[in-house]
């Protein structure tokens, strides 16, 4: 028997939840009709608080106050007994989490000595639905003290897949192949499916917002070195490309270890004399048992204190045996050349590091995901993947707190709201001029020294383009070299490393860099090399807008400073401040906003963007921050929280982890599983957090419900709770279209097509630009997003091509023109359609053209869109588009934060686009694309060509009828 909270699994693949009630089991109503949450409540023992699940509007979490039991009713005195009550619980009211009682099967019983937690996943028609998971709490006196998770509600669909599960594995290696070409080179030796399942899928989830269900195919796709391991979600209808997030985690008489030394070739790739028992590597060189340090150099033995640091604090203080609680062998890379370095991470299966980035925080923070993916699994995506970095960082650095090892000094407690002396600068970039888009940027970065400010006219120079890059990205040397002297050059992100940018920049004389992100939201980067010059990171926005005015010929002129003001001399709540390749701390834990990050979820640093996954590397400062003011006490946002210190804010926060979260959750789902848990251990006993290798757990102070009110205010502190409405995602299209002829008018079709009968009122046409090149026609289709069961006309621009001149080459436009359509006389004429775009944004899109008389065909002018004009001007040829609509302004891209699109309708005044009554006008809708890669494509449907007129008085105006040759 061990005093810590450790898990024993008791059971998996049991059987499926009892039906008993199928009447309530049916109900679809929101959050399962008030009669049922009333009942849900009056059953219980003491207070109910529940919690609605944001992605679906059922519940998703509901615990009962201190000494409180959701379920008196049942007893529980053992596994079993919690097994039946969770169970009992559910059989009454899982309609009010989302899913019937029958879909939910239980996975597994784990005891450990506060009571049982027993986890229950969805099934639909025999199929997991994915990330689907409900976790019950029964403590040791029988009660049922929480019951949390998200279920897909409301399934309805078919499990018959239209496209074949080889197909789907090919697209979705398809996809991860094309896009290893951005920042350092991958390894794509090797690269497969290593897993392929079909699943019922439910969009947004991950992302707590409202999605559709679909059937798709989950597939694993790996390299043979593991260095890359993604998660790609097929459409298992229409073979779209529905998410995909990376399963490699991380930035950058004990314990059974083994450690690997990746030695290399001249080409920097692992030796060939290996065999595969770690992703093709040599044999160890070192393993439990082997007399140490022995041979091992410096980072060799950092990597084996650091594993064993690791195990044997999960070990003393939470009681699990190694990652999967059943003391599976911790196996370590060192000098990985399977990532690009400076950098580590875990891979599912090992540990992996780059030279001089070994440290005790980093190496325990890589195993911590390790132990976060065989607990709740939060999933490497927007904020459940921002938890699971947070999670990371905390045990990583409450290892560096506590051990005796590799310490910076000093290191006490630091005051509120201060960034460390021993932290880089935090970068400010200020548009000085022109005035027209003067402006504080929000930034990112740096590289290199910032002492004192830096001032300066900024130019962007190209550069020759190498494979894969483009005459912008500042990855080789400059054309005219002499331009960039002296000045501060603007280069986009893209091809090469960060700091390879600098140095091309350090050897054409720059006096500063700034690179533009893909994204709205600036990209993060640290190095070493403070011999590099001033170097930060601006988003899309502001880097078009500069080079908007310089295209132009204005002088734009910028300062960059650093805003770090007063300084704390602590490396308390540093990560990774002791790895030399990164020249300093990645992370502040105690203020985030020291490296633009945010410390709540307001903070203007909070990440919007899909980049980094949705923004887990900054977003976890939130999670940290809670964590580091719990333990050390603050006032921040103007909430004061009481300090409760290591072992108690370590011990909540792993019940947290392993009986509260589940894949999807997010900070919501953590302030409420926080409370929960703390309520739970309440004058439990834990264990005091521990390193020591004798593997006996010392006894804490135990929880008390002044600790609990402490809990509360560090949530409060950092709204974990509010939602982070200030992104502001929308769709591409705008809902809510207004009428097509406004107030006091009648509208008349005179002509429309809502493709009931196919295509067989237009005419195809089709664009290549490459000899051998081949575009991909429009045609009919019942199985649009959103519309299935209705025909639309579907032109796809999915992930295909080669991006090679020649055969294979994408590089097309593919339309349909109407034919043409007399306006009779009206008030004004318009043209009406819906539509629904998911493509590549920027280098794949469309637009509607229009022929007035047979006069040359013209893209309509955004001014002549009286509701959803479109969204963006296309990547031009200088910008490396293939696209035969490269520069024209199209509808592109996605729904904010997501992969897919959504339904709109788009409305056009004919008269602003040159057409009057009397003419004869034909519409052409053309998809462009370039040579490979993409998302989806373009459905448009209930196209209509509208006259408007005034109202009579008594009666609508006559009817007008189309004119149509």
Not at 201 to 208: E, N, Q, V
Not at 464 to 492: F, H, M, P, R, W
Request: proline share 4%; charged share 25%.
């Amino acid at each position: 028997m061990t005093t810590g909270l450790g898990l024993v699994l008791l059971g998996a693949g049991l059987a499926a939840v009892p039906s008993q009630l199928a009447t309530a089991a049916e109900q679809t109503a929101p959050l399962a009709g008030e009669s049922l949450v009333q009942r849900l409540k009056g059953e219980a023992q003491g207070a109910v608080r529940l919690a609605t699940e944001p992605a679906t509007g059922k519940v998703g979490f509901a615990r009962a106050a201190r000494n409180g039991d959701l379920l008196p009713t049942v007893q529980a005195t053992s596994a079993r007994g919690a097994a039946a009550k969770a169970a009992a619980y559910l059989d009454r009211y899982a309609v009010a989490f989302g899913a019937p009682a029958g879909q939910l099967q239980e996975a597994g019983v784990a005891a450990d000595p506060l009571g049982w937690t027993v986890t229950y996943t969805q099934r639909y028609e025999g199929l997991p639905v994915f990330g689907a998971q409900l976790k019950a709490t029964v403590d040791k006196d029988g009660d049922l003290t929480a019951v949390t998770g998200y279920v897909a509600p409301d399934l309805r669909l078919g499990t018959t897949p239209r496209i074949g599960k080889a197909d789907a594995a090919r697209r979705a290696v398809a996809t991860v192949k094309v896009d290893q070409t951005g920042d350092g080179r991958a390894d794509l030796r090797g690269l497969r499916a290593v897993a392929n399942d079909l699943t019922v899928y439910r969009t947004g989830a991950i992302r707590g917002v409202a999605g559709e269900t679909v059937l798709a195919y989950v597939v694993e796709v790996a390299n043979g070195t593991r260095s890359i391991r993604d998660k790609v979600f097929v459409d298992a209808t229409t073979g779209k490309l529905l998410n995909r997030y990376s399963l490699v985690h991380g930035n950058h008489g004990g314990p059974h270890q083994e450690l690997f030394e990746a030695f290399t070739d001249d080409n920097g790739t692992p030796d060939d004399e290996s065999d595969d028992s770690v992703g093709g590597l040599k044999d160890p060189i070192w393993k439990t048992g082997d007399t140490f340090p022995g041979e091992l150099d410096a980072d060799q033995q950092s990597l084996v204190e650091g594993t064993g640091e690791a195990y044997w604090f999960f070990k003393n203080t939470f009681g699990r045996d190694s990652y999967d609680g059943k003391g599976a062998v911790m196996k370590t890379v060192n000098n990985d050349p399977r990532i690009s370095c400076p950098n580590a991470n875990w891979n599912g299966q090992t540990t992996n590091y780059c030279t001089d980035v070994t440290s005790d925080d980093t190496v325990a923070h890589e195993w911590g995901h390790a132990y976060t993916e065989y607990t709740s699994g939060l999933i490497y995506q927007w904020q459940p993947g921002a938890m699971n970095e947070a999670f990371s960082d905390i045990w990583g650095e409450t290892v560096d707190i506590i051990n005796d090892r590799g310490n910076q000094t000093p290191a006490p407690k630091r005051a509120d709201g201060l960034c460390s002396a021993f932290s880089g600068a935090i970068p400010v970039l200020t548009i000085t001029a022109p005035e027209a888009i003067a402006k504080e940027c929000v930034t990112g970065g740096t590289l290199g020294e910032l002492d004192e400010p830096v001032t300066g006219q900024v130019v962007a120079p190209t550069d020759a383009v190498e494979d894969g890059g483009t005459a912008t990205d500042g990855c080789s040397t400059y054309n005219d070299v002499a331009a960039a002297a002296g000045k501060i050059v603007l280069v986009d992100r893209g091809l090469c490393t960060f700091v390879e940018k600098a140095q091309n920049a350090k050897s054409a004389g720059a006096i500063g860099v700034i690179i533009g992100n893909r994204e709205d939201a600036p990209v993060s980067f640290s190095d070493a090399d403070r011999t590099l010059p001033p170097t930060v990171s601006i988003g899309l926005t502001d880097r078009e807008a500069i080079r908007k005015e310089l295209a132009t010929g204005e002088t734009v002129e910028v300062e960059i400073v650093d805003a770090g003001g007063e300084r704390f001399e602590s490396y308390r709540w540093l990560s990774g401040e002791g790895d030399a390749a990164f020249g300093g701390a990645i992370r502040d834990m105690w203020n985030p906003t020291c490296y633009g990050d945010p410390g709540k979820v307001t903070d203007a640093e909070y990440k919007c963007s899909t980049d980094d996954s949705g923004g887990v590397h900054s977003n976890s400062g939130v999670v940290n921050h809670t964590y580091a003011l719990l333990v050390d006490g603050g006032t921040s946002n103007d909430v004061e929280v009481p300090g409760i210190g290591l072992d108690k804010a370590a011990a909540v926060f792993w019940r947290t982890q392993t009986t509260k979260l589940g894949p999807t959750s997010d900070f919501a789902d953590l302030a409420d599983g926080l409370a929960a848990s703390c309520t739970e251990l309440v004058g439990q006993p834990i264990s005091k957090v521990s390193v020591a290798t004798d593997g006996t757990p010392e006894a804490a102070e135990p929880v008390t419900t002044t600790d609990c009110a402490a809990v509360d205010a560090a949530a409060q502190a950092t709204e974990l709770a509010t939602p982070p409405a200030q992104c502001n995602f929308k769709p591409l299209l705008a809902k809510g279209a207004p009428g097509t002829c406004g107030k006091g008018t009648s509208s008349k079709v005179i002509w429309g097509d809502d493709f009931s009968k196919g295509l067989k009122k237009w005419k195809k046409s089709e664009r290549v630009v490459f000899k051998g090149g081949s575009g991909i026609n429009w045609r009919a289709t019942s199985t649009a997003p959103g519309r299935k069961g209705n025909k639309v006309a579907y032109d796809p621009s999915g992930d295909v091509g080669q991006c090679t001149e020649g055969e294979g080459d994408k590089s097309s436009a593919n339309a349909i023109t109407s034919p043409a359509v007399k306006l009779r006389a009206g008030l004004k004429r318009r043209l009406q359609f819906r539509h629904y775009m998911a493509t590549e944004a920027g280098y794949d899109g469309g637009n509607v053209k229009i022929k007035v008389n047979g006069a040359k065909w013209k893209v309509v002018p955004a001014k002549a869109y009286v509701f959803n004009k479109p969204n963006t001007s296309l990547a031009t040829e200088a910008e490396e588009n293939t696209n035969p609509l490269a520069g024209e302004q199209a509808f592109s891209g996605t729904d904010g934060g997501v992969v897919n699109g959504s339904w709109g309708t788009s409305v056009v005044d004919l008269g602003k686009a040159g057409a009057k009554k009397g003419d004869k006008i034909k519409i052409r809708f053309e998809l462009g694309r370039d040579g490979c890669g993409g998302i989806d494509g373009w459905y448009v449907d209930d196209v209509k060509v509208v006259v408007c007129k005034q109202k009579k008085k008594g009666g609508q105006a006559r009817r007008e009828v189309a004119d149509v040759r």
